[in-house]
T-cell receptor
Framework: KAGVTQTPRYLIKTRGQQVTLSCSPI?????VSWYQQTPGQGLQFLFE???????NKGNFPGRFSGRQFSNSRSEMNVSTLELGDSALYLC??????????????FGEGSRLTVL | AQKITQTQPGMFVQEKEAVTLDCTYDTSDPSYGLFWYKQPSSGEMIFLIYQGSYDQQNATEGRYSLNFQKARKSANLVISASQLGDSAMYFC????????????FGTGTRLTVIP
């Protein structure tokens, strides 16, 4: 069974540009959530999508957005990139997003560097 | 508000010995879940073990066990028979009622296994 797949794995952008990251969840998983990991702030929740609807959102500016497609694949977009957006962006998927189950699996992440 | 505290930035353990990684949490949710993840240098977050707040018994998964003390709000991870491949960052995380897949992470503990 394939795991969570994130693309691209590495990318370099310059300030002011925008970036789109992709996440393919485990087959059959309907919930996809995104996290940002930085040395200074640690792991922070960005947002979660379930059945193409944003169900939950963390405390990030509107430059961070996402969407989910009918096949559960998800994309996140960051516009007008800032140096502080340099981070590892992790995607996680789960079967139904039931709050009391332990099945939440992460991908290897997309490492974004903003110059 | 939910908070996870990991007070050990780094830990060393001799190969084949057991090690305990500490995690305390704070939440006002009556129902919550506690997770431990391993993050090797590759970046992927590897799910290790899950404990639900209403689970009567401590969770175990192979060499991993979770020492759950609800009254003390602690959820320590015990790794038995440490292996060199266990060297990695370990994160404790919590999921509460407010968000199905909104995990709050601790700052992590870097475990180094010494041959």
């Amino acid at each position: 069974k394939a795991g969570v797949t994130q693309t691209p794995r590495y990318l370099i952008k310059t300030r002011g540009q925008q970036v789109t990251l992709s996440c393919s969840p485990i087959s059959g998983h309907r919930s996809v959530s995104w996290y940002q990991q930085t040395p200074g702030q640690g792991l922070q929740f960005l947002f979660e999508y379930f059945s193409e609807t944003q169900r939950n959102k963390g405390n990030f500016p509107g430059r961070f957005s996402g969407r989910q497609f009918s096949n559960s694949r998800s994309e996140m977009n960051v516009s007008t990139l800032e140096l502080g957006d340099s981070a590892l962006y992790l995607c996680a998927s789960s079967l139904e997003g039931h709050r009391n189950t332990g099945e939440l699996f992460f991908g290897e992440g997309s490492r974004l560097t903003v110059l | 508000a939910q908070k996870i505290t990991q007070t050990q930035p780094g830990m060393f353990v001799q190969e084949k010995e057991a090690v305990t990684l500490d995690c305390t949490y704070d939440t006002s949710d009556p129902s919550y879940g506690l997770f431990w993840y391993k993050q090797p240098s590759s970046g992927e977050m590897i799910f290790l073990i899950y404990q639900g707040s209403y689970d009567q018994q401590n969770a175990t998964e192979g060499r991993y066990s979770l020492n759950f003390q609800k009254a003390r709000k602690s959820a320590n991870l015990v790794i038995s028979a440490s292996q060199l491949g266990d060297s990695a960052m370990y994160f404790c995380a919590m999921r509460g009622l407010t968000g199905a897949n909104n995990l709050f992470f601790g700052t992590g503990t870097r475990l180094t296994v010494i041959p």
